[in-house]
């Protein structure tokens, strides 16, 4: 069976930039998948609009990646990447996994997630409200 890897995609604002810093752990026997991304990206009931969603997955040999996107990044003083909102599709409708993923396009693709879902899902508008200036970037990617 392979092995499943937690991946968490921090977000967060800076200079007027969107950006992401990667978490990765593999997921332990008996841990729930959310439970572990909310473990790894450090947010807490008490952050004043934190966001934490499953965005997809993919695999990579020998491992099932289950991506999350949390926000805002409770250590968004640590290095972070712009996200890059160039989007990456397989043109083929009945094979939807790209041939070549890299770190930025799932993170562009999480940010487009993300932008849905805030129209669409009354608790994730409410939790934008409280972040605005970041899910302003969020909804340009």
């Known amino acids: 069976m392979p092995l499943t890897t937690i991946e968490v995609l921090a977000l967060s604002e800076r200079d007027g930039c969107l950006r992401y810093r990667r978490l990765v752990a593999d997921l332990r026997e008996g841990v729930h998948p959310d439970d572990a991304a909310r473990a790894l990206s450090g947010l807490t009931a008490c952050t004043p609009g934190g966001v934490l969603h499953s965005t997809?997955?993919?695999?990579?040999?020998?491992?099932?990646?289950?991506?999350?996107?949390?926000?805002?990044?409770?250590?968004?003083?640590?290095?972070?990447?712009?996200?890059q909102t160039d989007a990456v599709a397989t043109g083929a409708p009945l094979a939807p996994s790209p041939a070549r993923l890299d770190i930025?396009?799932?993170?562009?693709?999480?940010?487009?997630?993300?932008?849905?879902?805030?129209?669409?899902?009354?608790?994730i508008a409410g939790a934008a409200k409280a972040q605005p200036d970041l899910w302003e970037l969020i909804a340009k990617a």
Do not use: K, N
């Open 104 to 123: 930025d396009a799932v993170a562009a693709h999480a940010c487009r997630h993300l932008a849905q879902l805030a129209v669409t899902d009354y608790g």
């Open 56 to 83: 997809s997955w993919r695999y990579e040999p020998g491992a099932i990646v289950l991506t999350y996107a949390a926000l805002p990044d409770p250590r968004a003083d640590l290095p972070t990447a712009l996200v």
